[in-house]
């Protein structure tokens, strides 16, 4: 699932490669993808991209038309979505990719790119609005930690009282935006807290640990996408994790053996040594 800092970079590339260029033409191949009815696709044509930003885990890509209006085109990529870059878009409409082909936006100058879904269910979505917080999504996300509203103090008072395991409670969009199951497990072995322990019975150093690791671990992995180009964030993400999808792996740490526990439908990755005392979780 692509996270705050890979989404940050698309938005970051689609900025650099889509701003003063006019919308050509769009085309919603998977009537599902789009969750708004008007405006229309046809709507976008003839306005010009002012800029692309993340919004969690989603972007908003912001357009203007001559009257100066803005209509706003929110992507959230699901668990499998995400955007493929052509300096020349393809004319028709079969997929340039091995993923599903959910939407095409050609733009003036030739180029354009796809927003693709490679997962089982396509769950990428796209709404039109004139607002991102008429999205339901953006409107209840949470505090974000590459925000400048993220402190110890912040962090500390989502947690307070939580009774859900700390897993669990960072990759809940309403209360931290950006964070996936991934960086999860990451930030919980930077901070060496096991995955299973309720965020209410962290002690006070623990929380500031774990405020710590959640801000240096999604910071210092958005400044490592700096640049990547999108057919290469995921490999780079993958190549720099240090626990998830590493089981059966040395940790990086203590070398111990690194562990999966599967709880709910998912997994997590974590190291005895560093986060459960030596405890395995079952």
């Not at 955007?83 to 079969?94: F, I, K």
């Not at 599903?100 to 180029?111: H, N, P, V």
């Not at 019975?201 to 405020?211: F, K, M």
């Not at 640049?227 to 993958?238: F, I, M, Q």
Request: charged share 20%.
């Amino acid at each position: 699932m692509p996270e705050s800092p890979e989404v940050h970079e698309l938005a970051s590339f689609l900025t650099a490669h889509t701003t003063g260029r006019e919308v050509r033409a769009v085309d919603v191949l998977l009537p599902k993808a789009l969750k708004t009815q008007h405006p229309m696709p046809a709507d976008l044509v003839g306005r010009r991209i002012t800029g692309v930003s993340r919004l969690g885990k989603m972007i908003d890509i912001a357009t203007t038309a001559a009257s100066g209006d803005t209509l706003h085109v929110i992507v959230h990529f699901g668990h499998d979505g995400w955007v493929l870059w052509h300096d020349v878009a393809p004319e028709g409409l079969m997929r340039a990719g091995e993923a599903t082909l959910m939407a095409r936006i050609r733009l003036s100058d030739g180029s354009g790119f796809d927003l693709t879904d490679a997962g089982q269910w396509k769950a990428l979505s796209i709404h039109l609005v004139a607002n991102p917080a008429d999205v339901p999504a953006v409107a209840k996300l949470g505090l974000d930690p590459l925000g400048d509203e993220f402190d110890t103090a912040a962090f500390a008072g989502i947690l307070a009282n939580r009774k859900k395991q700390i897993k669990a409670l960072l990759q809940d969009q309403t209360s931290f935006a950006g964070i996936g199951n991934a960086y999860s497990d990451e930030i919980l072995h930077a901070a060496k807290i096991s995955p299973v322990t309720h965020a209410a019975s962290l002690s006070p150093d623990a929380v500031d640990r774990l405020a710590d690791a959640t801000r240096d671990v999604l910071a210092e992995a958005t400044s490592a996408r700096r640049g990547v180009p999108p057919s290469e964030l995921r490999a780079t993400k993958h190549a720099a994790l240090r626990v998830h999808r590493k089981t059966g792996a040395a940790c990086p740490v203590c070398a111990d053996e690194i562990r999966e526990y599967t709880f709910s439908g998912a997994a997590a990755q974590y190291c005895p040594t560093c986060q459960t005392g030596g405890a395995l979780l079952a």
